[in-house]
């Protein structure tokens, strides 16, 4: 190929050319062809158009000159690429060599480093600890220095404080004789002053008191009926004999009911030779045609009832009432009347339940629990020891300033056997209606 001057090629484009393509002068040599190939294709295309299916291509090139060129060029790139590639090795060896060599002082640096991190560690650790010690040693010189001067301030202060009250206990002390002093005299002189007023108080009462026994008619006009019926109680008892009165249950009875006993729920209290006093809920519910006084030894048919006008069960209001006998219950030393509590204060102490002691309690206790307001002639009070209570059983007050001590001040309106406070009525309150029934101004 080389020695000839023209080459002649032929190609069917219908099929592939196949080119094995050795070394570089031949890949050179089958560029330049495509270059020419392409060259003629356009500048034959510019005039006709050519079936390219059937007709063979024929093309003539003068490539020598080309060849030679392409040649030439691609030794002188075969030369450079050789040249790059010494060089290239020659640096890599270099390159490799270099880092071999700073590896090497680099690893030398690193144990040097290292060495010398080893002997600042050891050095701060040794400085730490010689400065912990002799900072422990300063913080407790510190801590025991400020101990001291601490105790001793405590000390200080509590000696102080104790000085100031002692100086003030002695100043109290000295106020408070002072005002004993002063409050003693004061007291003194006024419980002189009132001794002196209350004992001419006192005359004068009794002057008085003389003036109005003297007169009968004066006596008589300032005292209620009830007060006056148990001075007659007290005086028809003394003309029997009787000395002493103990027993409350000479006071109490029971009622029957067609001829059976009632005594389980309703109870009553003598008040006259003809009249009992019981709770209205006992004569409202039940036909009473017998009583039953005396430990249920005297027998008296009943002659008429007597409720209060504005009783009312729900709610219960008034709930009192008498019961006339059809006739007088004659005295003997275990069955009379009881006296009725005639003052407008409530007793402080004395107060009996068929032999149980009671007490007036806050009225409070009772709320919430019977009732939800008590009115002026109710009372809360409380059993001191537990017993069932009886609607009807009266309530007493001993008193020890008069004859006829058993003093009639309450009834009780419903049956409980629970122990806590309970509300009775008041009798006081109702002392206008009994005595215009038992004791009416007519008789007096």
């Not at 104790?162 to 005299?185: C, D, G, P, Y």
Request: aromatic content about 8%; charged content about 25%; hydrophobic content about 40%.
């Amino acid at each position: 190929m080389r020695s000839a001057s023209y080459t002649i090629y032929k190609l069917r484009t219908a099929k592939p050319i196949w080119l094995k393509i050795e070394n570089c002068e031949k890949k050179m040599v089958f560029i330049a062809l495509i270059v020419a190939l392409l060259q003629a294709a356009s500048t034959e295309g510019s005039n006709q158009e050519p079936s390219l299916d059937d007709v063979p291509l024929s093309i003539y090139v003068d490539a020598s000159k080309e060849i030679d060129y392409f040649i030439s060029l691609a030794k002188s790139i075969d030369e450079k690429q050789r040249i790059l590639e010494e060089a290239l090795a020659r640096l890599s060896a270099e390159v490799k060599a270099t880092e071999e060599r700073w590896n090497e002082r680099l690893s030398a640096e690193v144990k040097e480093t290292q060495r010398l991190n080893e002997r600042m560690s050891a050095v701060v650790k040794a400085t730490e600890e010689r400065w912990n010690e002799r900072m422990s040693a300063v913080v407790k010189a510190t801590e025991e220095r400020w101990n001291e001067r601490l105790s001793a301030e405590v000390k200080e202060t509590q000696w102080l404080i104790e000085s100031k009250i002692f100086r003030m206990s002695v100043a109290v002390k000295a106020t408070e004789e002072r005002w004993n002093k002063r409050l003693s005299a004061e007291v003194k002189a006024t419980e002189e002053r009132w001794t002196e007023k209350m004992s001419i108080l006192e005359n004068k009462f009794k002057n008085l008191s003389n003036q109005l026994t003297k007169s009968p008619d004066i006596a008589t006009l300032h005292k209620r009926p009830a007060e006056l019926a148990c001075e007659k109680i007290t005086s028809k008892l003394q003309s029997i004999g009787v000395t002493s009165i103990t027993d409350v249950a000479v006071h109490l009875g029971a009622f029957t009911e067609g001829g059976f006993k009632l005594w389980e729920l309703c109870y009553f209290a003598l008040i006259d030779t003809r009249f009992v006093l019981t709770a209205a809920d006992c004569l409202s519910s039940h036909n009473v045609t017998t009583l039953e006084l005396n430990l249920y030894i005297v027998l008296k048919k009943v002659k008429a009832i007597h409720i209060h006008p504005e009783f009312s069960i729900n709610p219960a209001l008034n709930n009192i009432g008498l019961i006339e006998m059809n006739s007088e219950v004659e005295y003997t030393f275990d069955l009379y009347p009881a006296c009725m509590y005639t003052s407008a204060f409530n007793p402080k102490s004395g107060l009996m339940e068929r032999g149980t002691k009671v007490q007036i309690v806050a009225d409070s206790e009772c709320l919430n629990k019977h009732t939800t307001q008590l009115l002026p002639n109710q009372m809360c009070v409380k059993s001191l020891t537990h017993n069932c209570r009886q609607k009807g059983e009266p309530i007493f007050v001993l008193n020890e300033e008069t004859f006829s001590k058993h003093q009639l001040v309450g009834i009780i309106g419903k049956r409980s056997c629970i122990d806590e406070p309970y509300v009775i009525t008041n009798v006081f309150a109702y002392l206008d209606f009994i005595e215009s029934i038992v004791w009416p101004k007519k008789e007096n």
